[in-house]
């Protein structure tokens, strides 16, 4: 069955980038849908970081934008998030999603299927 | 931007009874909101997706209704397992963006 697995340093620097990694198993990202990254403070909730479709083309939560890059590499089926300019306030659970898209109709649905989340800290 | 506002933050029942929860959109989202069941330290579960299509393996207690602005999300007789965060999400299409609502706890009586 498809599973996504987030892999990346637990604890980043004040002001450096956030590098995180999802690999897919199970299914080939060049097969279509889109995939995103989701994120969650401690005892908080969900924000929506971004999202990646297998040909590249992204699209971003405007509240993080300025700070964002989502990139795909097929050939490894995976994709990765890198988030700079960190502070504490981006301390959180990062989860990888996958977000099933028709292509025919543009249309997008819900996040079906989510890997573990991985826990980043922001700290000196 | 459309904001998603969840009522109660927390609902206190026991296993057996019916939860009945509420996501309140700030401008119509026709049909696409979907809902999300969340325990400690897992991933968010998709459980009904297009306001009322409950997603694969979903126990048919769960169901979704409403359009527009307002959605509901019930559980018709609460099981020990279904004590949980649940979150709404709703998809913009101009911009493209997935919002969250703030979450509902169901916490055990």
């Known amino acids: 069955q498809v599973q996504l697995q987030e892999s990346g340093p637990g604890l980043v620097k004040p002001s450096e980038t956030l590098s995180l990694t999802c690999t897919v198993s199970?299914?080939?990202?060049?097969?279509?849908?889109?995939w995103g990254w989701i994120r969650q403070p401690p005892g908080k909730g969900l924000e929506w970081i971004g999202g990646?479709?297998?040909?590249?083309?992204?699209y971003y939560n405007p509240s993080l934008k300025s700070r964002v890059t989502i990139s795909v590499d097929t050939s490894k089926n995976q994709f990765s998030l890198k988030l700079n300019s960190v502070t504490a306030a981006d301390t959180a659970v990062y989860y990888c999603?996958?977000?099933?898209?028709?292509?025919?109709?543009?249309?997008?649905?819900?996040?079906?299927?989510w890997g573990q989340g991985t826990m980043v800290t922001v700290s000196s | 931007e459309i904001v998603l506002t969840q009522s109660p933050a927390t609902l206190s029942l026991s296993p057996g009874e019916r939860a009945t929860l509420s996501c309140r959109a700030s401008?119509?989202?026709?049909?696409?909101l979907a809902w999300y069941q969340q325990k400690p330290g897992q991933a968010p579960r998709l459980l009904i997706y297009?306001?009322?299509n409950r997603d694969t393996g979903i126990p048919a207690r769960f169901s979704g209704s409403g359009s527009g602005t307002d959605f509901t999300l019930t559980i018709s007789s609460l099981e020990p397992e279904d004590f949980a965060v649940y979150y709404c999400?709703?998809?913009?299409?101009?911009?493209?963006?997935?919002?969250f609502g703030q979450g509902t706890k169901v916490e055990m009586k």
């Open positions: 999603a996958r977000e099933p898209y028709d292509i025919l109709t543009g249309y997008s649905s819900p996040f079906d299927i």
């Open positions: 199970g299914y080939s990202i060049s097969s279509g849908y889109y």
């Open positions: 297009d306001a009322s």
């Open positions: 999400q709703q998809r913009s299409n101009w911009p493209r963006t997935w919002t």
């Open positions: 990646i479709f297998h040909s590249g083309s992204t």
């Open positions: 401008q119509s989202v026709s049909i696409y």
